[in-house]
């Protein structure tokens, strides 16, 4: 069936996208000359069989050395090549290193994480060298992990902490009110291990405030960090400003550059006569969002009508491309972003709030820009489709909550016509689901904890629920359309930035095949397993007392998505072409792909090939970014859950063994609480089986394992570290078994 007409707007001469994605904040646009001249640079130097030096470089590409120089020093900087004693350049990978970013564990133990995109690996720091969360660094490989060569280029130099200001000691005889004051710091970022001194003016810091401070002097073997104060957060007991300093170490500014703040206060309250031109006129198809009660920003609105095979499922995104130019301050600010961070009660858009929660935002009873992507189902199958540019007007601003309730036959305000609509939806999200696990899709059906607040922000419940059938639906049909969009991209070979999750590593297949084996799951997995074997492992442990443990254990076991310009799949979903195209109000790729898309259906390709080169730089900083924002996101929740858990010391809880460590045991509560057994305050000593990660007691036999039910006190709970501690109230009744009993 061919797709019904709408009402097109008059034409007009369409505006040009070329404009370059920025690198930092610094640089507001490159040249892509620049660009293509570092990458044929780059090829040379790799290209060599031996480190070359400028002079070599410069007469094999006829290029003056001064004006190779800059670029040469600017890929030093990014890691890409490096500089030998002898005044030679080379790629890492020719002379036996490899560029990472280091993190730090929360015990803080160092890690490398390859910027190749290998596994993290521990790292060995020798002499004077210390790091910091973020540097780039050229390390040695090594059996057991990796030795740090050199330090590349820091990373971000400023860091939120706890002020001290005590008085020094007097020496000498000297009296009290003589003695100095000394102003300290202690990082709030538990991945900073170092001690912090304060220099400059501290006269409007108040002790036991937090601030954010600047790097003056980084660490050196045994001198510590040497800090200035920026500014001041708010006081170390709010649970706001806790959340702030969560914000700012992991670089969500909770400030616009002023640049920025100047283009926002340019756009208008709702969209121009002038935006309509050109546009499909959809405002009297009914289209309406499904959200999130507290929900602000509405990326996308749904629409369903009947056709003579199937559906015609639409999907209408928030057009913010229209608005968001390419090198404009605001998309400068919004590639070092991200995303948006979303934390308890507490939230960092990606974008000004007047275009994330007004002028880009799908609100009832507006117009809105959209691009809006039609989908013929028929079967489950998508047989034919259409992307337009589109003004929309949302005629409902539905709850994932109220949704739910009618469907469970609750009281609800919906209206009559959007009922009829909603049960239509679920009957499809139904047929797609299914469609989807057929195909060997992984559902992990993670519960998140909800966190019920205060008026100061604190927990005062913590509510764990399944998604419900609205969270479904609205899933299935985001997921449908960002498989779409990617099959389009990729069958016309369109620079793109895909969504890719790559085949699981063999070594920690045979780890979960070893981890179900010790919960008497004798499942075979194999070296490259479809994902449906997966999927059909949770399905059978979906009765299992440890299940939350054994979906939890097998994401683990998986690889992180991430983007890439390449399309190279996406295990977990089964799916040859993936992408995110759904939310570009909080996320810089889908952003991208609007554009992208733009540029496909009007035809303006000319320009296509300068954006190949910047694809894999959006690709990697928005894979950065958001794992940034997930770490972020984890922290804050931690600190959370330590909160909530401060007002139940004392009090038993039942819960599950989800780690099994030398240290100790990690509990799970029904709420989603983590905390810490340590092995110091068990009754008996307990050997670490590390193979079998199991606990052996040397006196009794009790053997601890990863699933096991436990029942616990809490004994302490640390809010601004995010770590809760327990105590077992008793052992399990178990009887004395061999070790070889419990794992085969």
């Not at 649970?239 to 992991?250: G, Q, S």
């Not at 090198?327 to 858009?349: H, K, M, N």
């Not at 205060?454 to 985001?478: A, L, T």
């Not at 799916?575 to 496909?600: E, G, Q």
């Amino acid at each position: 069936m061919p797709f019904h007409p709408y009402t097109l707007c008059p034409d007009r001469q369409s505006l040009s996208l070329t404009t370059t994605i920025p690198n930092n904040r610094q640089k507001s646009k490159r040249n892509p000359r620049i660009e293509d001249m570092k990458e044929i640079l780059f090829d040379a130097i790799k290209g060599a069989n031996v480190p070359r030096t400028p002079e070599e470089l410069s007469a094999k590409l006829e290029v003056p050395v001064g004006d190779l120089m800059p670029l040469i020093e600017e890929m030093v900087s990014e890691g890409r090549i490096l500089r030998t004693r002898k005044g030679k350049y080379a790629v890492p990978e020719k002379v036996g290193l490899l560029t990472a970013r280091i993190q730090f564990q929360r015990n803080g133990s160092p890690m490398a994480n390859p910027v190749n995109g290998e596994p993290a690996m521990p790292l060995h720091i020798r002499g004077g060298l210390r790091c910091m969360p973020g540097d780039l660094v050229l390390v040695h490989p090594m059996p057991n992990g990796c030795e740090l060569d050199s330090i590349v280029s820091r990373g971000k130099d400023t860091f939120a902490a706890y002020v001290r200001i005590e008085k020094k000691a007097p020496k000498g005889g000297r009296k009290w009110q003589d003695a100095k004051m000394i102003a300290t710091a202690v990082p709030c970022d538990l991945r900073i291990p170092y001690d912090v001194v304060l220099k400059g003016d501290i006269s409007f810091v108040r002790n036991n405030e937090i601030a954010q401070l600047k790097i003056d002097i980084w660490p050196e073997q045994h001198r510590p960090i040497y800090a200035s104060v920026l500014r001041v957060l708010g006081n170390a007991g709010s649970m706001r400003t806790l959340l702030k300093a969560v914000a700012e170490d992991h670089g969500f500014s909770t400030e616009l550059t002023e640049e920025a703040e100047a283009e926002a206060r340019l756009y208008p309250e709702s969209p121009e006569a002038s935006d309509y031109i050109g546009r499909e006129d959809l405002r009297a198809l009914e289209t309406f969002t499904i959200d999130g009660a507290t929900a602000k920003d509405f990326d996308d609105a749904v629409s369903l009508e009947k056709t003579e095979n199937g559906w015609r499922l639409g999907v209408h995104i928030a057009d913010v491309s229209h608005y968001v130019r390419p090198g404009s301050a605001i998309d400068r600010e919004a590639f070092e972003r991200g995303t948006s961070l979303y934390l308890p009660g507490y939230t960092v858009p990606m974008l000004p709030e007047c275009l994330s929660n007004n002028l880009c935002s799908l609100m009832p009873g507006v117009d809105r820009l959209a691009m809006s992507l039609f989908m013929d189902i028929e079967s489950g199958k998508v047989v034919d489709h259409r992307l337009v540019r589109s003004v929309i007007h949302s005629h409902a601003r539905l709850t994932y909550q109220a949704v739910n309730r009618m469907f469970d036959g609750g009281e609800t305000d919906i209206p009559d016509s959007v009922r009829d609509t909603l049960y239509a939806m679920r009957d499809l999200s139904h047929v797609l689901r299914n469609r989807r696990h057929a195909k060997g899709s992984i559902d992990f059906e993670i519960a998140e904890p909800e966190f019920v607040l205060n008026e100061k922000n604190e927990p005062v419940d913590i509510i764990c629920e399944e998604r419900g059938e609205s969270e479904r639906i609205i899933e299935d049909f985001m997921l449908l359309a960002n498989e779409t969009v990617a099959a389009l991209a990729s069958d016309t070979d369109l620079p793109f930035v895909y969504r890719i999750h790559e085949d699981p590593d063999t070594d920690k297949l045979k780890t979960l095949e070893k981890f179900l084996s010790g919960l008497n799951m004798h499942a075979h997995i194999g070296p490259k397993p479809h994902p449906g074997v997966l999927q059909g492992i949770l399905e059978d442990a979906r009765e299992h007392p440890a299940y939350e443990v054994i979906r939890r254990y097998m994401l683990r076991a998986l690889k992180k998505a991430q983007y890439s310009e390449k399309p190279v799949g996406h295990y977990a979903l089964a799916l040859k072409d993936y992408c995110h195209f759904t939310s570009p109000i909080r996320r810089y790729p889908d952003l991208v792909v609007h554009r992208m898309l733009k540029m496909l259906i009007s035809g303006d390709l000319d320009h296509t090939s300068s954006m190949t080169k910047r694809m894999p730089e959006i690709a990697s900083a928005s894979t950065e970014r958001e794992f940034s924002a997930t770490h972020a996101e984890r922290q804050a929740d931690d600190i959370m859950k330590a909160s909530f858990m401060s007002h139940q010391i004392g009090r038993k809880f039942d819960g599950v063994v989800s780690g099994v460590t030398g240290w100790g045991l990690y509990v799970t509560l029904p709420n989603m609480v983590e905390g810490l057994v340590h092995i110091s305050t068990m009754d008996d000593y307990f050997e670490f089986d590390r193979e079998k990660s199991i606990l052996v007691g040397t006196y009794t036999g009790i053997v601890f394992k990863m699933g096991d039910r436990v029942r616990v006190r809490v004994d302490h709970a640390d809010v601004p570290r995010g770590e809760v501690n327990f105590v077992l109230v008793a052992p399990d009744e178990r009887k004395r078994i061999n070790t070889n009993e419990v794992i085969s």
